[in-house]
């Protein structure tokens, strides 16, 4: 948009006397902050307005993305970027000695999700938008998203993230658009017409309210919506037990109600069948469909174009309830009969899996499901005895694969068949990942349907992860190679001319300098700890999960320790590590492993021999805005999980397009990486996915493999570090009375994990050749663009011509 210095000013003058009665000059920061946010949500209508004109009359297909999570970060300056407009907002500010920066750093993370998976649909949103797609996201509006952090003596603390109070400025919430939605109550069965006629009484209605989002996109006519669904109580009050006098318990149905929206569920990767959640997922997917319908309807006055126009997206199986909902709506509200609802559903609704692990994959007690959602079980139960019916023709007689592949068995409903069963496309987040899940937990279904499946590699909004967080670096490479790379991030490997150019390493290595100067204020200011810059600045930043195993480092930490203590002198490329995770409230190994984290960099620190050559840094409340400046100062990513196990990661592609260089094991898109940037680019170490799989089947006791040096490693957990002993981290590595010690095998892997440290240590001296590639992971890191992830979705799984 082109607007000049003196109409910036103008907009942000009226608005600010619109709102809050008073020019800019008067405002207080909260005021200009908050004027600002509406300006910039001022232009996005007015485009967003132009450009739904022209996609109307084009009557193109579109998208919508059902997400129980989009972990959003901040907006402001992802915004202004978009719209070109930064620079001539940050000049019109600066004139009324405002600086935009500070306006910045008042904005709250929209933390509206939990970790990988709410992150991507976020990036998928800004590609969409990027891309001159129509694609709408749907989620809740938390009142409060993920909890914040702090850590208090080693332990984990939970607060809770009352982001709306300067975060609701993005929202528009639209009453008039509410749907209501039918929780518990009883099923009346009529004949009329030989028709069955289902009628849902005594049910308690809850009112779902959109909030609407704007997502922009770079350089686009396109402005996107993200619609957050809020729960309220249809009645406001209940004037009978009010006009009673009862007033606390007129009250009461509101709160209930209301209490839907409340909280996102902060479990990454395990399930909780908590009837609030079910809950939250049914508010989310009745109403996201009846307002995708309508919409349908009133534009193509029929839904049996629907599979043409519009394609509906489950984020895993959380909107799994998609599947008999949309059945329900179109049989019990438009009139359709089984076959031709069951054929409209199938060709629009599609599903990625995010994830291998089997206590992350959704069941829910056919007990809880059937008394919340009673006709949704009905239709559930029919999908699942037609399904049984066609299975038994494809595996005749063969009861235990049916019942694995039915969405009904065992007392519970499981998500992931039903998707299975209903969607037309099924897909993975990475190569590796997508080949498990066809050779693995999903085989039986590959089987009969092979071409359901596909893949599609997990990519990032680098705009925001480079050009946004990391500007000096993008300047850089704008000055290289052109600005080609900002639309088309495969530009980038036009870098790869200038390997082993001096004045080009130089440049680079300058510039890391610079975000590990501002990464350690930052560090200073939140931890009080002084790092060294010109330490290897490593770091693993993203949830706490054993599997994704921060365990293992700590462990070679300590190890480091060790081996500076016997030899003061020994040759230490001086470190700082850098961890930065929440763990999930009630995981308890989790929040072990981040005081074990805590306990060993105070030991690192207390020691004069060591603390010159390693710091361990623990920064609480890993949130996007954080992230964002983490990982432009980072050198070595660390992406260590057990193999087989990490579905894609993000992050990874985030580190490296800022050149950090991947220290790994061969598991979901590091794979990938591995191959963009060959082996010389890259520290690889660990067992392979089938080595993984081969030692499981032989039988695997960690006990065999601890080597002198890790056993030392191990007793100094049960003898205790700083006066704390970590007994249950050591029992859980080693105990093996059931044969179920060391689950994700860090104990086999250290060695190889070692070994690997100790080569990025040794290559680090020579920082011309490190910087070499450091500047090989920047020019392979364009295939990682959420844009060619988002394409390949458009053309593989939405069938949507861009
Ligand atoms: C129901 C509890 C629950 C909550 C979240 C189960 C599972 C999840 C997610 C599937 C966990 C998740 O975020 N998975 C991550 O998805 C990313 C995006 O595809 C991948 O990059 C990560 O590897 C994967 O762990």
């Known amino acids: 948009m082109n607007y000049k210095k003196d109409e910036v000013t103008n907009l942000l003058n009226t608005k600010c006397m619109n709102v809050f009665g008073c020019s800019i000059d008067d405002a207080t920061e909260k005021q200009a902050y908050k004027t600002l946010c509406y300006v910039v ?13 022209q996609y109307k009359e084009k009557e193109g297909k579109q998208v919508y993305y059902m997400s129980m999570e989009f972990l959003v970060g901040t907006s402001l300056r992802n915004n202004l970027y978009n719209l070109g407009m930064e620079s001539v907002f940050k000049s019109a500010l600066k004139q009324k000695k405002i600086d935009i920066n500070s306006l910045y750093a008042m904005e709250p993370d929209a933390g509206l999700g939990n970790g990988g998976l709410g992150r991507l649909a976020s990036c998928y949103m800004d590609a969409m938008t990027s891309l001159g797609m129509m ?17 208090v003596d080693g332990w984990q603390m939970e607060f809770p993230d009352n982001w709306l109070e300067m975060g609701d400025v993005w929202l528009n919430r639209r009453e008039d658009e509410s749907f209501i939605i039918k929780f518990g109550g009883t099923l009346k069965e009529e004949w009329t017409d030989g028709k069955l006629k289902v009628t849902h009484e005594n049910y308690q209605p809850v009112m779902a309210v ?8 770079y350089d686009t006519d396109a402005v996107n919506k993200l619609v957050l669904w809020s729960a309220k109580s249809p009645n406001n009050l209940d004037m009978t037990a009010f006009s009673r006098g009862e ?25 909780e069948g908590k009837r609030l959640r079910i809950k939250q997922q049914y508010l989310l997917v009745s109403a996201s469909l009846q307002s995708i319908l309508l919409k349908h309807i009133k534009k193509y006055k029929t839904l049996d174009n629907l599979p043409d126009k519009v394609a509906i997206h489950i984020n895993d199986t959380h909107p799994a309830l998609c599947v008999p909902e949309l059945t329900r709506i179109l049989i019990d509200e438009y009139g359709y009969d089984w076959d031709k609802a069951w054929d409209i559903v199938t060709r629009t609704l599609t599903y990625t899996n995010h994830t291998v692990m089997s206590e992350a994959l959704e069941r829910w007690p056919e007990s809880l499901f059937s008394a919340e959602l009673p006709r949704i079980y009905q239709i559930v139960l029919e999908i699942n005895r037609r399904l049984v019916q066609k299975l038994n023709e494809v595996y005749p007689g063969d009861i235990a694969k049916i019942e694995y592949m039915s969405p009904v068995a065992h007392g519970e409903v499981r ?13 993975g987040v990475s190569k590796l990942h997508s080949d498990i899940l066809i050779n693995s937990i999903f085989k039986d279904y590959y089987n009969i349907e092979p071409d359901k499946f596909t893949n599609v590699t997990n990519g990032i909004a680098y705009r925001r992860w480079l050009c946004q967080s990391n500007p000096e670096l993008a300047s850089l490479i704008k000055n290289l190679i052109g600005d080609k ?7 980038l490997e036009g870098l790869l001319k200038y390997k082993g150019d001096k004045n080009v390493l130089e440049s680079l290595q300058k510039i890391k300098l610079v975000k590990k100067q501002a990464l350690a204020k930052y560090i200073s200011h939140a931890n009080g700890i002084n790092v060294d810059p010109s330490s290897i600045f490593d770091v693993q930043i993203k949830r706490l999960h054993e599997y994704k195993r921060q365990l293992l480092n700590v462990l070679q930490i300590l190890h480091m320790y060790n081996v500076i203590k016997d030899n003061p002198n020994a040759d230490i490329t001086p470190r700082t590590f850098v961890f930065a995770a929440k763990a999930s409230a009630g995981y308890m190994m989790a929040k072990q492993i981040i005081r074990l984290i805590s306990a060993v960099a105070d030991l690192v620190d207390s020691d004069a021999a060591v603390r010159d050559k390693i710091k361990v840094v623990f920064i609480e409340d890993y949130k996007v805005s954080l992230a964002e400046i983490i990982i432009p100062a980072a050198e070595i990513s660390e992406q260590i999980s ?23 094991t061969l598991d979901g898109a590091n794979v990938e990486i591995c191959e963009q940037v060959g082996k010389d680019n890259i520290f690889l170490f660990g067992m392979t996915a089938p080595e993984v799989e081969e030692l499981w089947r032989k039988g695997y006791n960690p006990n065999f493999f601890v080597t002198p040096e890790l056993k030392r490693v191990l007793d100094m957990l049960t003898s205790g570090i700083l006066g704390t002993r970590f007994e249950d981290i050591s029992k859980s590595l080693l105990t093996n009375s059931f044969g179920t010690a060391d689950a994700y095998m860090t104990i086999a892997d250290f060695e190889s994990y070692r070994q690997a440290q100790e080569r990025v240590g040794k290559e680090y001296l020579n920082r011309d050749k490190f910087t070499d590639m450091s500047l090989v992971n920047i020019a392979k890191a364009g295939i990682f663009s959420a844009d060619r992830a988002v394409k390949e979705y458009a053309d593989n799984i939405w069938n949507i011509k861009l």
Do not use: W
């Open 485 to 491: 790379f900002v639309h088309d991030a495969t530009a």
């Open 210 to 217: 959109p909030y609407d989002m704007y997502i922009s996109g």
């Open 135 to 151: 694609g709408t996201g749907f989620s809740i509006r938390y009142e409060f998203g993920i909890f914040k952090q702090k850590i």
């Open 415 to 427: 998500m992931a068949n039903l998707c299975l069963a209903a969607c037309h496309k099924v897909n």
């Open 247 to 271: 007033y606390v318990r007129s009250l009461e149905e509101n709160t209930m109600a209301e209490v839907i929206s409340k909280i996102l569920y902060p479990a990454d990767d395990h399930i």
């Open 41 to 53: 949500k001022d232009l996005l209508a007015e485009k967003r307005s132009k450009f739904a004109k």
């Open 642 to 664: 057990i193999a087989g196990k990490e579905a894609s990661g993000t992050g990874n592609m985030k580190l490296m397009i800022n050149g950090a260089v991947t220290l790994g």
